[in-house]
């Protein structure tokens, strides 16, 4: 139940009653204004390409959120050039009523264009809470007709994906361009490298760390090698003191003749050894020798023994190896009678005088000198060699350390070479993937369809909100209104105003000038929304051109 002095809802309606001409004429043009909007407004039809990111670092949840954005609204950008949308205007040229006035069409056209992200929301595995993430775009054009929104709609898809592709294909053929300018650059370094190196080794081959444990080796191998040497010396040298004290003996002693002693000696070699035996083959020729020789001479000369040495070593050749031991004896046998003869003694001197004993000590003990005279001769050899190898191995640090820096240098350049040589075959493989569209960024996974029905405008949505506001704005016209107004009205103002009640009240009187009034003002209503119709309705049409 109402308060005294608050308001009643019949006097409410009392105010909407009497406020009724107000609320027509503000609410009803508004109401009209939207209706004639809704309906004059063209049908625009929407034509949309979506896309499906697929680039890894574009759809990873651990990727930056605004890669994509920026990524996609910047190729929007390039695609919504002048010189790009230039050339969609020519190929499908959706507005045939500006003429030839590219500019104007090309400006047109992008104000239809709209490019949105496909927002997903996923749950994050690692902390358990949403995220969205971009997993594609939409490419839309919005016209009149459906046929040119489609038309127009592919053009644009085609451009994103060409536009893609040229920007990446350029980038890639930059990268080949700039391992293969690298791989030229450390393909030369490499020869620069490789060219030090080998001077390098040549000048210092016996020194270089690869040949350390070589040397290393050697030198062990010398060292032994000198000692055995030593110890072979010191033998030699005791076998010719050895010998020495035998010659004297024998040149002291009784003598026999030569041939005797052959004879002798033959007849004991013959009995152990076969005739064709290299001794019994040499003890033969020199009894052969001294008899053929004669008394005088006794056949016994450096010649003869020289001759018959070389005949029995040249007969024991063809049964023996040259390393059989026989050989060899009879090849220091050889040598030691050459040196003799090479020292100053006659070689056709009779050695008659002198016991077979004798000689054969004389001989013997010239090639013991012989031996010892090469062995020391050897013994220098090594010496010295292992002086070069105690000089080698100690400058070999020093050798190392420059080769070490050469060797890393070429070792760098290798790996830097083999790293462009790799580069350059993947760009060019990503070149061949991008000319043939196996790498793009993103697929086209709904192709620009004709749209059946329109998108725009949304003429209930219009109607509604036309009417919403109408009623809002007439209300509030009202309100303000009784607000502003200090007329007196019914028994409740009377009230308000002189604190007293009136005993009656006057109800208005619906005569002839009542009725006159009334149709005047509807007649002027009709008037006035006749008129204003069409009006709104050009002025509608005319701007959303």
Do not use: C
């Not at 050749?317 to 009879?330: F, K, L, N, W």
């Not at 002839?512 to 119709?533: D, K, N, P």
């Amino acid at each position: 139940m109402a308060t005294e002095g608050s308001p009643t809802f019949s006097e409410y309606l009392a105010v909407l009653r009497r406020r009724r001409h107000l609320m027509v004429w503000i609410g009803l043009p508004i109401f009209l204004f939207a209706a004639v909007l809704a309906f004059a407004l063209p049908d625009m039809y929407r034509s949309i390409a979506a896309f499906r990111l697929t680039t890894g670092q574009v759809t990873d949840i651990t990727a930056s959120a605004e890669f994509a954005d920026q990524y996609i609204m910047s190729l929007a950008d390039r695609v919504l050039t002048g010189s790009n949308l230039s050339e969609i205007t020519k190929a499908t040229n959706p507005y045939p009523e500006l003429g030839d006035d590219a500019g104007e069409a090309s400006s047109e056209l992008r104000e239809n264009v709209l490019v949105a992200m496909t927002v997903q929301t996923i749950l994050e595995p690692d902390r358990g809470r949403e995220r969205n993430i971009n997993t594609g775009f939409t490419v839309a054009f919005e016209h009149r007709n459906p046929k040119k929104a489609q038309e127009v709609a592919r053009a644009l898809a085609n451009s994103f994906v060409a536009l893609d592709r040229d920007e990446r294909l350029k980038l890639t053929q930059d990268r080949v361009r700039f391992y293969a300018g690298e791989a030229t650059r450390t393909s030369e370094e490499i020869a620069k490298y490789e060219a030090q190196l080998a001077t390098f080794k040549e000048e210092n081959f016996e020194r270089l760390p690869e040949t350390a444990q070589a040397n290393i080796s050697i030198r062990a191998r010398a060292e032994q090698e000198l000692d055995n040497v030593s110890r072979e010396i010191r033998g030699l040298e005791q076998n010719r003191v050895f010998v020495t004290q035998q010659l004297r003996e024998a040149q002291a002693g009784p003598t026999a003749t030569n041939l005797q002693a052959l004879e002798e000696e033959y007849a004991r070699r013959a009995a152990i050894y076969s005739e064709t035996h290299p001794d019994v083959v040499t003890l033969r020729r020199q009894i052969e020798n001294l008899r053929a020789a004669g008394p005088a001479t006794g056949g016994n000369t450096l010649q003869g023994q020289l001759d018959t040495a070389r005949a029995a070593l040249t007969e024991a050749s063809q049964r023996y190896s040259p390393d059989h031991p026989d050989i060899r004896r009879m090849q220091r046998n050889i040598e030691s009678i050459e040196a003799r003869i090479a020292a100053g003694e006659s070689p056709t001197a009779s050695l008659a005088g002198e016991s077979l004993q004798a000689v054969q000590l004389q001989t013997q003990l010239h090639a013991l000198n012989t031996q010892i005279a090469g062995l020391r001769q050897r013994d220098q050899e090594l010496r010295g060699r292992l002086e070069q190898f105690e000089i080698r191995l100690g400058s070999t640090p020093e050798v190392e350390r420059e080769y070490q820096a050469i060797t890393r240098g070429l070792d760098t350049a290798r790996r830097q070479f083999e790293q462009m040589v790799a580069g350059r075959l993947n760009a060019q493989m990503e070149v061949a993937a991008i000319t043939s569209g196996a790498s793009d960024r993103f697929l086209l996974m709904t192709k620009p369809g004709s749209p059946e029905d329109p998108a725009e405008p949304k003429r209930i949505a219009i109607l509604i909100v036309g009417f919403i506001l109408s009623v809002i704005i007439a209300l509030s016209a009202v309100v303000a209104a009784e607000m502003l107004d200090t007329r007196v009205r019914g028994a409740a103002d009377i009230r308000q105003t002189l604190d007293l009640t009136p005993l009656a009240a006057v109800p208005v009187i619906q005569n002839s000038i009542y009725w006159r009034g009334r149709t005047r003002r509807l007649a002027m209503l009709a008037v006035t929304f006749l008129v204003a119709t069409p009006i709104l309705y050009i002025l509608v049409y005319f701007i959303s051109r």
